[in-house]
């Protein structure tokens, strides 16, 4: 793409109008850049170069409108560090000034006291809220999910419990109170959350999480373990267990942590979304063996 175009967008706060476009090139040309994804198309008669980051895309709507929007909900969670669904609508806070309304692409919420606070330049409901309200709307494993990465990037227990308090009445609310006291930081995936709360769910004792385990090349972390019973937990997820070189790391490491007395039970999404009751049993055996 032309250097200067690219200078003209930054000069712009990175994007360009369609007449500041066809001053430079034709309409086709716009279009094939459109199409080959060096140009973005945010909203009518707006572009910016490549693919939009959340927080680039929340500065063209305010662009836009004239005023600054603030994120909310998953768009707040991305911009806070902790979108675990990672969303792609543009989730926004209606302004005070001015009446908006939802469209293909952008969820516009009214604010109902949420507390904002500023990210950079950019206005977002703060990181609390925005935890206990977008964990308000999953389903109860998920919700521990959202609440488990808000606490991994810097949302203290207090914090969210003022939260929860702050939003009592509200649907949703009710669950996610049962499930602020099993918040734990050290939850390495959004699958973990889902585990612990399955096991907690079917009362069996909890796990620690990410236990260390020396050996002799180093140091191995299990996702879930109970280090009385040498029995151990860990999630196998296609994203990281799917080429032939990563299944041969994983039989190894397998083969050392049994060298070291170990048990792993190795399970899937299936094993927790569809099987629950069948995965507590096995773990029951398994740990009374």
Known sequence: MDPTLVDAMRANGGFLHTTDLLRRMSPSRVRWLVHTRQLTRVRHGLYAVGTLPVSARLDALSIELGTRVAASMDTAAAMHGFDVDQTQQLHVVEPDDRRIESRPGVVVH????????????????????????????????????????????????????????????????????????????????????????????????????????????????????????????????????????????????????ADEGWRVLQITSDDVRREPDVLVGRVRRLLAA
Not at 113 to 132: D, F, S
């Open 110 to 257: 009214q604010r109902r006291g949420a507390p904002l606070v500023e990210v950079g330049t950019r206005l977002v409901v703060e990181p609390a809220w925005t935890a206990v309200e977008v964990a308000r709307q999953r389903a109860p494993g998920r919700a521990l999910a959202v609440l488990d990465a808000a606490a991994r990037v810097g949302c203290e227990p207090g914090s969210l419990e003022r939260a929860v308090d702050a939003q009592r009445g509200r649907r949703g609310i009710v669950e996610v109170r049962r499930l602020a006291p099993l918040v734990d930081r050290r939850s390495g995936s959004p699958m973990e959350s889902e585990t612990r709360l399955v096991l907690h769910d079917g009362h069996l004792p909890a796990p620690e999480l990410q236990w260390p385990v020396m050996h002799g090349l180093g140091i191995f972390y299990l996702d879930l373990a109970w280090p009385a019973r040498r029995f151990a937990m860990e999630y196998d997820g296609d994203e990281f267990h799917g080429t032939p070189d990563s299944v041969r790391r994983d039989k190894a490491r397998l083969a050392l942590l």
